[in-house]
């Protein structure tokens, strides 16, 4: 039987928004924001993370924290760490991205569901792209777009258009084709986690700054679940400005 455990990285040093895990929306933190939507579908939810005010604030709320090493070179990573720094018989870790408030607790139910299939190993979300946003959104390189096999296993992610649809004019592409719009939550049978935290860098990630193009290299097999939830990550104070407003959050 499959047993699940959330783990939240957050970390405080970023470059566009330094201490963006404590900004406040609303009277809340962000931190606490995502905790509390975790808490709603998973039993066991830990923020990690590698400074003492988070570590403090997560606290504070009456959340679960854990110290982490400053020298991860990812959020994959620092989830690794805390995976077996705690005392838990979860055998499936979901990383839950420390910059999204709003996640929806029916998009985690919907990635726990891929473990269902045993031939998953890693599992991600994804969601199909709104044709009314017009064919200019999908050249947006901060959308990253995925195409999956018929058993819904990733086939490629890249920030450049997938796939090129021949003999239209691109501009008639969304008529003929859906596209689909990679939603960054990972979920991984903790065997594989432990083994994917110690690949080298590959040539394919590299080229396109994604992680789970390593695994994919390495050929591991990544299931897509699609997702309709609406999802807002918080990049900068602007984007958080933004989420104020269209969550009504004064």
Not at 24 to 38: K, N
């Amino acid at each position: 039987m499959n047993k699940f455990i959330g783990i939240i990285p957050a970390r405080y040093a970023s470059s566009r928004f330094p201490g963006k895990p404590l900004a406040d929306i609303g009277g809340i933190t962000m931190i606490e924001r995502v905790y509390r939507q975790v808490k709603k579908e998973l039993d066991q939810v830990f923020v990690a993370t590698d400074d003492d005010r988070i570590f403090d604030t997560v606290q504070s709320f009456g959340g679960k924290a854990i110290m982490t090493s400053t020298e991860h070179r990812s959020g994959t990573d620092r989830v690794n760490e805390a995976y077996h720094e705690i005392d838990t018989d979860a055998n499936i870790i979901i990383n839950i991205q420390g910059d999204e408030p709003f996640v929806a607790p029916e998009q985690i139910a919907t990635i726990k569901k891929c473990f269902d299939d045993p031939d998953t190993q890693i599992a991600t979300l994804a969601r199909k792209y709104d044709a009314a946003n017009g064919f200019e959104g999908l050249f947006d390189p901060n959308k990253v777009k995925v195409i999956f096999d018929n058993n819904d296993f990733a086939i490629y992610f890249s920030r450049a258009i997938l796939p090129y649809v021949r003999n239209y004019k691109w501009n008639e592409w969304l008529q003929h084709r859906d596209f689909y719009i990679h939603v960054g939550m990972y979920a991984y049978r903790s065997d594989v986690l432990d083994n994917v935290t110690k690949l080298p860098q590959s040539s394919l990630e590299l080229a396109e700054s994604l992680e789970q193009l390593r695994w994919l290299q390495n050929g591991y097999k990544i299931k897509v679940a699609l997702t309709d939830a609406p999802t807002f990550g918080i990049d900068t104070p602007e984007d958080l400005e933004q989420a104020k407003k269209l969550f009504n959050i004064q």
